[in-house]
């Protein structure tokens, strides 16, 4: 299997990425639904707010579509069948491979620790980042809920993501495939998680049903969703 390198990526996508990153670094509310095309979308920022995020290739799962509907994922071609499998390999890294996200260990001592820190910077904090703060607080509420539902487990670091970027001619079956794939991906882990705890299907499950809710959160708590999807361009044939 073909390995990506940092030096083989593009300055201008690792700079589009840097953005995506520091938007998710800055926490970020989820779209989850049952329904649509599901899509993160970033809090509203303080405007002077700045950070500089350090990018780290292996957090990075790129998937690029040209207008021939060609799919270079990882700088690796491949066709659509094959995206679920590489994207569950991403979001789990089971081999431990150097080039995959290294994993997250999450306890209910390391949540209540986060909480906590939280908490204390919340008190101190300008009016213009309490949102920020709060969301971050209920990030790691709902990790210590799975925490103390399955005992520790691993996810992926705050940092991980998924790049996805079309071409302004990609077909929109393609698309929409490409969506399946990587949506299929999140969903098939998700449920090997729920019929492990709980016997059920993640998917069969309902955020308008007060016995579901709880569930839902404690399985996106284990598996997050993070898709990312940069605008259109021109991308080459290969």
Do not use: H
């Not at 204390?120 to 103390?148: F, H, T, V, Y």
């Amino acid at each position: 299997m073909a390995r990506r390198k940092i030096e083989e990526i593009n300055a201008g996508s690792m700079a589009d990425i840097a953005f995506l990153l520091l938007i998710f670094f800055l926490v970020t509310t989820t779209m989850d639904t049952d329904e649509g095309i599901v899509r993160t979308l970033p809090q509203k920022l303080p405007p002077d707010y700045k950070m500089e995020v350090e990018i780290n290739a292996r957090d990075v799962f790129e998937v690029l579509v040209n207008a021939n509907d060609q799919l270079l994922v990882e700088n690796e071609y491949i066709q659509i069948d094959q995206l679920k499998e590489k994207t569950k390999e991403f979001l789990t890294n089971p081999s431990n491979r150097e080039g995959l996200p290294i994993m997250e260990e999450i306890t209910v001592e390391r949540c209540k620790e986060e909480i906590s820190r939280r908490k204390e910077a919340q008190e101190k904090a300008e009016p213009s980042l309490q949102g920020i703060l709060k969301a971050e607080i209920a990030e790691w509420e709902d990790k210590l809920a799975a925490a103390e539902k399955v005992g520790p487990f691993k996810t992926l670091p705050k940092l991980a993501i998924i790049s996805l970027r079309n071409d302004n001619g990609t077909s929109y079956k393609m698309y929409v495939q490409v969506q399946d794939a990587l949506q299929g991906a999140i969903n098939d882990l998700r449920n090997e998680w729920s019929q492990r705890v709980y016997q059920e299907n993640f998917t069969d499950w309902s955020s308008s049903k007060d016995e579901d809710k709880d569930k839902i959160k404690i399985i996106r708590a284990i598996v997050p969703q993070r898709i990312a999807e940069q605008e259109p361009k021109n991308i080459p044939a290969y």
